[in-house]
């Protein structure tokens, strides 16, 4: 297995040709996946470092079903798995009300219109081959229907503390099945000062507090003191009190935080709680994007 975690690469507009640079860095570096969120349009992203790179994966975590047809869809992606020579996996999700409202969508039946989306992709002629597809899944009815219809999972944000219980949904078969892909994007911050690389993710998940279905996910997960809170300040229309909410030890059991060796622990301890592929998403307490891989590099090398 390889020693480095999976990285989340996102475009950063007016710095897009040094992210870029980035991925084929990661690539020299021996990291085996770049996993590219909607933001900044993570398709685009996954297109560009096909054709900077030969051997790293690629792969969307996650793509909102709703913002193009799955026919548009199933010839872009189509096209991206085939200039990879098929390192390309497709991500997708129902995403959440906050990205979709502003673009006049509505969120519809995630069960349902994921599977229609999914035969939909399927079904679309004359575009060659397709990626494997991966669900983005927390509860238990999506793990199961990634079990059914697609060809691994994401997580984004899980419990570590719950991870068992929730990969026990999966029928054996597909549990033990090293083909069947997965993953968990983990906010991750490196600094010697663990309070100030807690500070960081506490406030990357702030928002994440504030999506009913992360609440009831979380309440599930053991954290319903936490989350009762945060329902609270929303209640009272305090906001800013969100973060208060979050307990260290709902931070621990969700993100990375520390100094160097705790981080390599904490991928560790992801791998042993049954995530084969962590997905790191940098944070610093100094700087952006950039500046938050140089960090990791120091990690991981």
């Known amino acids: 297995m390889n020693d480095k975690p999976a990285v989340s690469l996102a475009a950063v507009p007016g710095k897009r040709r040094a992210i870029i640079d980035l991925a084929r860095e990661i690539e020299r570096r021996g990291y085996p996946g770049i996993y590219c969120p909607s933001i900044g349009d993570g398709l685009a992203l996954c297109e560009a470092i096909a054709l900077v790179t030969e051997r790293i994966e690629?792969?969307?975590?996650?793509?909102?079903?709703?913002?193009?047809?799955?026919?548009?869809?199933?010839?872009?992606?189509?096209?991206?798995?085939?200039?990879?020579?098929?390192?390309?996996?497709?991500?997708?999700?129902?995403?959440h009300r906050p990205a979709l409202a502003p673009r006049g969508l509505d969120g519809g039946k995630p069960l349902a219109d994921t599977r229609r989306f999914v035969e939909q992709l399927r079904a679309a002629p004359r575009v060659g081959e397709l990626p494997p597809i991966i669900l983005a899944a927390l509860r238990e009815r999506m793990i199961r229907l990634s079990a059914e219809i697609g060809d691994g999972m994401i997580f984004a944000n899980g419990a570590r503390a719950h991870m068992a219980e929730s990969l026990n949904v999966l029928p054996s078969a597909t549990r033990d099945d090293p083909a069947f892909f997965i993953g968990n994007m983990i906010p991750t911050c490196v600094d010697d000062d663990i309070d100030a690389a807690r500070a960081v993710n506490r406030k990357t998940l702030s928002r994440y507090a504030l999506l009913p279905n992360y609440r009831n996910y979380w309440k599930d997960s053991g954290y319903a003191e936490e989350m009762?809170?945060?329902?609270?300040?929303?209640?009272?229309?305090?906001?800013?009190?969100?973060?208060?909410?979050?307990?260290?030890?709902?931070?621990?059991?969700?993100?990375?935080?520390?100094?160097?060796?705790?981080?390599?622990?904490?991928?560790?301890?992801?791998?042993?709680?049954?995530?084969?592929?962590?997905?790191?998403?940098?944070?610093?307490?100094?700087?952006?994007?950039?500046?938050?891989?140089?960090?990791?590099?120091?990690?991981?090398?």
Request: net charge negative; hydrophobic share 45%.
């Open 58 to 95: 690629i792969a969307t975590a996650i793509t909102p079903i709703y913002f193009r047809q799955a026919t548009e869809y199933a010839a872009t992606i189509s096209f991206i798995h085939e200039i990879a020579g098929g390192r390309f996996r497709f991500g997708i999700g129902v995403s």
């Open 228 to 301: 009762n809170a945060v329902e609270a300040c929303i209640a009272a229309d305090n906001l800013d009190g969100v973060s208060a909410c979050l307990s260290d030890r709902w931070l621990d059991d969700t993100t990375i935080a520390g100094p160097a060796s705790r981080v390599r622990n904490e991928v560790e301890k992801w791998l042993d709680a049954g995530i084969r592929t962590p997905i790191l998403v940098p944070s610093s307490t100094r700087g952006g994007q950039l500046r938050a891989f140089e960090e990791l590099f120091d990690v991981f090398g």
